[in-house]
């Protein structure tokens, strides 16, 4: 159920923080209905999931345009120092 309401965040942040022309927000509901395709993928990626991949979700990864997918990390990136936090870093060794 998270993960949904992280994908509906997601989609509202991208439509949130485009540009208003009617260029734009074409190419934003075409990328709003990729992302809200990826629905199928939330099982799969829940921290600790050991449920691999549908084909449906793996169709819908492969579906997404290159501009979508960098578009929706640039903007999931710029949210902590929009909110006033640290930068997330990600590394390949955890520390807790």
């Known amino acids: 159920m998270a993960s949904t309401k992280y994908f509906a965040f997601l989609l509202a942040v991208l439509f949130l923080g485009l540009p208003e022309n009617h260029q734009t927000v074409q190419a934003a509901d075409t990328c709003g209905t990729q992302l809200d395709k990826l629905v199928s993928c939330a099982p799969s990626v829940v921290p600790g999931s050991t449920v ?44 807790f």
Request: some cysteine; aromatic content about 0%.
């Open 52 to 95: 691999p991949p549908t084909q449906q979700c793996c169709s819908a990864l492969k579906s997404m345009t290159h501009d979508c997918s960098c578009e929706t990390i640039r903007i999931i990136n710029s949210l902590p120092t929009k909110c006033g936090l640290s930068p997330v870093k990600c590394s390949n060794t955890k520390s």
